[in-house]
């Protein structure tokens, strides 16, 4: 039976960070299936179903693209997981600061399921200081993120954030 994981997150909008460490689970799981979150206590900047296709689209080139299933996730993530059905949970962590938010994220996850797992992924060292809110700062004060992001999300990036 393939191993599957789910990467969950608002990806608002998809960084190379996240790609990063979508191209790592995949080298612990045969399969991960990128979870695209609406987050109520986020404004997020693209509906899901405009983050949901940028994934897509900045995914059809990848060579390990047959491996990940983009979905949107509406709901309770464990109840999402058990459905695939998956056993773990993938989350990236960039600082000691994230973790403290993610462990209590992943210890309500197994209260609420103690079935499902959660494994924390550091984030690449060419990665750790970006992250999509920082993305989205810099775009809005007329910065560069090519290179930080996927060539059609910055694109898009540009569209929706840059001053008329």
Not at 33 to 38: C, E, L, R, S
Not at 61 to 69: A, F, K, Q
Not at 117 to 146: H, N, P
């Amino acid at each position: 039976m393939p191993s599957i994981a789910v990467y969950p997150g608002s990806f608002d909008p998809i960084t190379n960070g996240h790609i990063d460490l979508l191209e790592r689970a995949l080298k612990m799981f045969d399969k991960v299936i990128i979870a695209v979150a609406v987050n109520v206590g986020k404004e997020p900047v693209f509906s899901a179903q405009e983050r949901f296709e940028m994934i897509k689209e900045s995914l059809a080139d990848h060579p390990l693209r047959d491996r990940v299933t983009v979905d949107l996730l509406n709901g309770l993530l464990v109840n999402y997981v058990q459905s695939i059905p998956a056993s773990t949970i993938v989350r990236g962590l960039r600082a000691v600061s994230d973790f403290e938010y993610e462990f209590q994220m992943a210890l309500m996850n197994r209260k609420l399921n103690p079935e499902i797992e959660t494994a924390f992924i550091m984030t690449g060292m060419r990665w750790i200081y970006i992250s999509s809110r920082i993305i989205k700062e810099v775009v809005r004060s007329g910065g560069d993120v090519s290179g930080l992001v996927p060539d059609g999300v910055a694109q898009k990036l540009l569209e929706r954030l840059s001053e008329p």
